[in-house]
């Protein structure tokens, strides 16, 4: 804890941490599983087209990167199929200004698509994952509600097929 010790101060239990963070204008790279965060691989598909993501257990607590445990952005005809994903933590929000509100936290995602057509999710385990926490109030402020937690989190994403996905403790 820094500062004068108040009860206002924020340690760095509060905060979350990613393997990789990208941008929304940095998505268009190319990130390995051979790349691991905690010993679990980074799972992060951008522009990737007729491939099967399977048997990936996913559940040390860690988040590999700011979208989810199983990342598909720009996809298609993936398999994202037998997996076993849990842990993972939306991103905590800033504190309200002074007469402002606080940010609400981060999006928690076991699997996240965005911009992904025609994929196929089945069979997959999702467990624990949690959106992230408010922002705490600032002076005469509100604080920030808490994140969304998703087992499967899906954007601007069509004719994708989920079937016998097991999602609990969200």
């Known amino acids: ?4 010790g108040g009860e206002d101060d924020i340690d760095g239990a509060d905060q979350v941490g990613f393997g990789i963070y990208l941008e929304s204008d940095s998505r268009d790279n190319i990130i390995s599983p051979s790349n691991t965060m905690n010993d679990d691989p980074i799972v992060y598909y951008y522009n990737a087209t007729n491939i099967t993501v399977s048997d ?3 559940t ?4 590999p ?6 990342t598909l952005i720009n996809c298609t005809d993936i398999t994202v199929s037998n997996n076993t994903v849990a842990n993972f933590l939306g991103s905590s929000a800033e504190t309200g200004e002074s007469a402002s509100y606080a ?10 698509l965005v911009n992904s057509t025609s994929n196929e999710l ?6 624990s994952v949690h959106g992230g926490e408010g922002g705490r109030p600032g002076e005469n402020s509100v604080g920030g509600t808490g994140g969304i937690g998703a087992g499967i989190y899906l954007n601007s994403s069509l004719n994708n ?9 969200i």
């Open 122 to 127: 089945t069979c997959n385990d999702i467990s």
């Open 60 to 63: 040390n607590e860690s988040n």
């Open 161 to 169: 097929e989920l079937s016998y996905n097991n999602i609990s403790s």
């Open 56 to 58: 990936y257990v996913l």
């Open 103 to 112: 940010s609400p936290g981060g999006l928690g995602a076991g699997i996240y």
């Open 65 to 70: 990167t700011n979208y989810g445990k199983i």
């Open 1 to 4: 804890t820094g500062g004068k």
